[in-house]
């Protein structure tokens, strides 16, 4: 679709619609400026994607979770006529080879653990860094512990713990500004209604299908100006914002000096790989497996065998069916990638037979898998981390790029960095920070 020049300028263009561009765009509109958002696929929200399952109940395929203290993101579900409702409760296990087995010690040593981990990584000592993988074998000698320590943030981290720095990692939690888990609640709706409530307050529909590829400076009658390349022409205005991830936005070409000043921060980061698989089941059979002695009900799995695999019932009150989500990330997640999807969901199946009743396993009433693998335009996985051997500082170099040109996402948020509030924060305060510059 052509689109005329006044189609194509306005005081900010603003990359990508995921929550940290609308967010933007919602606070810099409100103080008057004109905004148009470029957007790379057919949709907005980015790696929130929720669809309809059989019976009508909203499935999300990307961000599902939140809790209360993610204010921004509360205040957004509550706009949008909808409220939270607490996620199921129970215990975590582990599953080993041996079936479900329990994992208070695990729950232990990860707990005795990890202030050791934050202090012996040294982040603010400035110690040499570690990769994960180096930093769990130094800290824990339990191996079961080990095991799932390691396969949990195989998941968490969508990545071989080996490739990934532990500096970034605890940089990273120092910035969860919560003392609640992050899955303690869900919503009442799909998540996709919050992002349909920020497109249509916005003055400007979103250009989709437009990606852009380059950003370069021209001298213009008022001052220097910027063209932003796309698939659909040149757009032209004051100032940018770049809501992509990181491994996005090192995929457009900058101009200098700013590409020179941000290359390493982007090149820290490594995309991650998720497959995301809902199974829709007439009850939760797998709160009590045979072999379960831990006495409250399971809430959620983690698999020793393979690695990086978790499962987590995420069942909805209300609804007339349970639910059980399993989280593939680590080194598991590309292999998978590879497979056709019946493959894949008959592995995954399989696994599920392993954990529960075998019977009951093969007959979910629907099922969905999402490959968040290798993601052209959202990196991939949750979020990007900073490879081992990268800089752990690499958000806060990003986030604090001055000028006309700058960058908001999730994963340089200054709070609850890798979660939908911290893309929602990191919108909201690049939007401020360009309005100062702008007055
Ligand atoms: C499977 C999965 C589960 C998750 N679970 C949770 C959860 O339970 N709770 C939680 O809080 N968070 C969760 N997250 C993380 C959360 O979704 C993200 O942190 C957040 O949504 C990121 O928002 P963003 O705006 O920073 O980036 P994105 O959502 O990635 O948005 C970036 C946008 O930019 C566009 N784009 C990229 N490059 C270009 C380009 N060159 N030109 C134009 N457009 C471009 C992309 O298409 C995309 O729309 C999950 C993520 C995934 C994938």
Not at 40 to 64: K, L
Not at 131 to 154: H, N, P, R, Y
Request: proline content about 5%.
């Amino acid at each position: 679709m052509q689109r005329n020049e006044a189609e194509r300028s306005a005081d900010v263009i603003v990359v990508g619609a995921g929550l940290a561009g609308l967010s933007a765009v919602r606070e810099l509109e409100a103080a008057g400026l004109s905004c148009q958002v470029a957007e790379a696929q057919g949709r907005a929200g980015g790696r929130v994607r929720s669809s309809t399952g059989e019976n009508g109940y909203p499935i999300e395929e990307g961000a599902q979770f939140l809790n209360q203290d993610m204010t921004g993101l509360v205040e957004l579900v509550h706009e949008a006529g909808m409220e939270l409702m607490v996620s199921s409760e129970g215990a975590t296990a582990g599953l080993g080879a041996s079936g479900v087995i329990g994992t208070d010690d695990w729950l232990g040593a990860m707990d005795e653990a990890w202030p050791d981990l934050v202090s012996y990584a040294g982040y603010q000592s400035g110690r040499p860094d570690r990769s994960v993988a180096e930093l769990i074998q130094e800290i824990t000698s339990d191996a079961k512990g080990a095991a799932l320590m390691k396969s949990s943030l195989c998941e968490l981290l969508c990545h071989e713990l080996s490739d990934i720095s532990a500096q970034g990692v605890l940089e990273i939690y120092a910035r969860y500004d919560s003392q609640r888990e992050d899955g303690e609640c869900q919503v009442t709706g799909p998540l996709a209604t919050v992002v349909a409530r920020l497109v249509d307050g916005l003055l400007r529909v979103p250009h989709y299908h437009t990606a852009a590829m380059a950003v370069s400076r021209v001298a213009g009658p008022g001052g220097d100006a910027f063209d932003v390349a796309t698939s659909h022409g040149a757009y032209r205005a004051g100032a940018v914002i770049l809501a992509v991830p990181p491994v996005a936005a090192r995929e457009i070409e900058l101009p200098p000096p700013l590409a020179d000043e941000v290359c390493a921060a982007l090149e820290s980061y490594i995309p991650g790989a998720m497959i995301k698989t809902t199974f829709v089941y007439r009850d939760a059979y797998w709160r009590q497996p045979a072999d379960w002695h831990g006495g409250q009900p399971i809430r959620e799995v983690v698999c020793i065998d393979p690695m990086g695999v978790t499962l987590t019932d995420t069942s909805r009150v209300g609804e007339d069916e349970a639910r059980l989500t399993m989280f593939t990330g680590g080194g598991r997640a590309p292999d998978l990638a590879q497979l056709a999807q019946a493959e894949r969901q008959s592995d995954a199946i399989d696994l599920l037979g392993q954990a529960f009743d075998d019977g009951k396993a093969r007959q979910p009433i629907e099922m969905t898998d999402t490959v968040w693998v290798q993601h052209p335009w959202c990196g991939g996985g949750y979020n990007a981390h900073i490879r081992f051997g990268g800089m752990p500082d690499a958000a806060a170099r990003l986030r604090g790029v001055e000028g006309r040109v700058l960058f908001a996402c999730s994963e340089i948020a200054e709070r609850f960095p890798s979660y939908m509030e911290g893309a929602l924060d990191a919108g909201r305060s690049c939007a401020a920070r360009l309005l100062r510059l702008l007055r």
